[in-house]
């Protein structure tokens, strides 16, 4: 009995016992997490001016601009909690149907990212309840929003998507949902239970055999480029240890497969600027039959030049002349995921002339990359923010714009105040470590030409701009910091002021030349009246 009992620690091991424990909450990313999120919504500085009038300028019975405008109220708010504009707008969010309703529920799992410990109750309204029966779109949505909500770090949560899986008969839309929620808080646990769930693995050589016979096998044009995607995302940082796939996949006659193949290359090859791999994406760009896997291995250049964005505009320039529309959107994503964050003006000089392009998809993807390029820059530092600011809003007012371009310049100008206006869209650590969950999210959020709900996975891109310091006793001790330079450089930008209408001013009354003659001949008459009557009075005297 006395041996079973628990040992009695002394001080010191308890406090190491402590020491220890918080060591593992930070190197998990917990300590992390809850800090940002409470530093989100502290200073979070939304214009939700902003939000109504992108609301108020749209057609009411567009479902593409009403889904962007829903995104983009997510995008403003990621991480801040704060769901002001829903509550407001409760009635004019009831016109989402179907995938749309999908979309808008797990937009709610955006602006609570890292809510990891509340998330069950945050979206309990929405979730799949025992014995009850709502709308399947928002309970997938509800699904694939935990997975948002607990992105890379989801052992909390597994276990509750893996039974809703589990439990959701043959519901495609909520089995699609549970599927995106368990990949988003699963990613990278090589967890075998999950694989057999899902039918996915983690760097497996098992996992990425079955998927290429079963992309061979199957006819649904969809679940090939699922797998394409799927064998891609496995071959993570493999760098040369990924090239026998990616030269399977790019000889394969399947365009789909081959799209797949480029995306490989993007994440084993992310961030090395590896020439090789370079070569080959811009081979593949000017050489393959199908606009998609051209479009693709031009955007993937971007992935490869991540730690050098000053190369990226002079690689794709010629390319961004393309006759090939697909090519030149190839082009703007390249230097917008490349320079994200950069403010870098050879890429501002490269993507402004393409947003005034004849195709509308790339204007589109124009003013998306001007946009992550431009994140969190101000007026003051670079005079171009307020030329954009202005080209945004002028795109969705304007009534007669294609709505591919209002569609992008909506999810245009909600990015460039992402999170509050205190965060900015990062690849790399500031140390220059790649952010695998970031270089992930970029990479499927590229996947929204197909369907729009995976522009979501742009929530995993953004990094919070606050600094985190410890003390000896691992606590955040108060500091103080003194800048050398004006305020004005790092500002937040001004709100948005309410136009208030002039009060109407009275016109001057225009006068007639003819009229101008006979009030002066009037004039005279009197004026000659009335020295005759002082003569005639004079006489009478």
């Given at each position: 009995e006395a041996s079973a009992a628990a040992p009695v620690l002394t001080d010191e091991e308890k406090r190491q016992a402590q020491v220890f424990a918080k060591l593992r909450q930070i190197l998990s990313g917990e300590t992390s997490i809850?800090?940002?999120?409470?530093?989100?919504?502290?200073?979070?500085?939304?214009?939700?001016?902003?939000?109504?009038?992108?609301?108020?300028?749209?057609?009411?019975?567009?479902?593409?601009?009403?889904?962007?405008?829903?995104?983009?109220?997510?995008?403003?708010?990621?991480?801040?909690?704060?769901?002001?504009?829903?509550?407001?707008?409760?009635?004019?969010?009831?016109?989402?149907?179907?995938?749309?309703?999908?979309?808008?529920?797990?937009?709610?799992?955006?602006?609570?990212?890292?809510?990891?410990?509340?998330?069950?109750?945050?979206?309990?309204?929405?979730?799949?309840?025992?014995?009850?029966?709502?709308?399947?779109?928002?309970?997938?949505?509800?699904?694939?929003?935990?997975?948002?909500?607990?992105?890379?770090?989801?052992?909390?949560?597994?276990?509750?998507?893996?039974?809703?899986?589990?439990?959701?008969?043959?519901?495609?839309?909520?089995?699609?949902?549970?599927?995106?929620?368990?990949?988003?808080?699963?990613?990278?646990?090589?967890?075998?239970?999950?694989?057999?769930?899902?039918?996915?693995?983690?760097?497996?050589?098992?996992a990425v055999q079955e998927m290429l016979a079963y992309a061979h096998e199957t006819q649904h044009e969809k679940i090939i480029r699922g797998v394409a995607l799927g064998m891609a995302l496995i071959m993570y940082g493999r760098e040369e240890g990924a090239d026998t796939l990616i030269e399977q996949l790019s000889r394969d006659k399947d365009p789909i497969l081959r799209y797949g193949g480029m995306y490989a290359i993007a994440t084993a090859y992310s961030g090395t600027g590896n020439n090789s791999a370079i070569r080959r994406l811009l081979h593949v760009a000017v050489s393959d039959v199908s606009d998609d896997v051209r479009r693709a291995a031009v955007t993937c250049l971007g992935f490869v030049l991540t730690t050098i964005p000053e190369q990226c505009p002079r690689v794709v320039s010629l390319l961004a002349e393309s006759y090939n529309p697909h090519v030149r959107y190839g082009s703007t994503l390249a230097v917008g995921i490349a320079c994200a964050g950069t403010s870098l003006q050879e890429a501002v000089d490269l993507l402004e002339p393409m947003t005034k392009d004849a195709v509308d998809f790339v204007r589109q993807g124009a003013m998306l990359a001007l946009s992550m390029v431009l994140i969190q820059d101000t007026e003051v530092r670079n005079p171009k923010v307020k030329e954009v600011r202005g080209l945004f809003e002028s795109v969705i007012r304007d009534k007669h714009e294609d709505v591919m371009a209002k569609f992008g310049a909506i999810i245009a100008a909600s990015i460039l105040d992402a999170g509050g206006r205190n965060v900015t869209i990062s690849l790399t650590t500031k140390a220059g470590h790649k952010r695998m969950s970031a270089i992930v999210g970029m990479a499927i959020f590229c996947q929204y030409w197909y369907w729009f709900p995976l522009a979501h996975f742009l929530s995993l891109t953004f990094t919070p701009t606050c600094l985190i310091g410890l003390n000896k006793d691992l606590k955040m001790p108060q500091m103080d910091f003194t800048s050398n330079t004006r305020p004005s450089l790092f500002d937040y930008p001004p709100m948005t002021e309410v136009k208030t209408k002039a009060a109407p001013t009275k016109v001057a009354q225009a006068i007639l030349s003819t009229t101008a003659k006979t009030q002066a001949r009037k004039k005279t008459e009197k004026k000659e009246g009335e020295v005759d009557k002082m003569e005639v009075v004079k006489e009478g005297e």
């Open positions: 809850g800090i940002h999120l409470e530093f989100l919504y502290r200073n979070n500085k939304t214009d939700m001016l902003i939000l109504n009038n992108i609301k108020g300028s749209l057609e009411v019975r567009n479902s593409v601009t009403h889904q962007a405008t829903v995104f983009a109220n997510a995008v403003m708010h990621t991480g801040t909690t704060v769901d002001t504009f829903i509550t407001e707008n409760l009635e004019w969010l009831k016109r989402a149907t179907n995938w749309a309703k999908f979309s808008a529920t797990a937009c709610v799992g955006m602006m609570h990212k890292g809510c990891i410990n509340s998330s069950l109750n945050v979206m309990k309204e929405y979730l799949p309840q025992p014995g009850m029966h709502s709308s399947p779109y928002s309970e997938g949505g509800a699904l694939y929003a935990l997975g948002l909500i607990h992105a890379h770090h989801g052992s909390g949560i597994l276990r509750y998507l893996s039974n809703a899986l589990r439990n959701s008969g043959n519901n495609e839309t909520i089995q699609h949902g549970a599927c995106l929620g368990l990949g988003l808080a699963g990613m990278a646990t090589g967890n075998e239970e999950l694989y057999e769930d899902l039918s996915l693995g983690t760097a497996s050589e098992k």
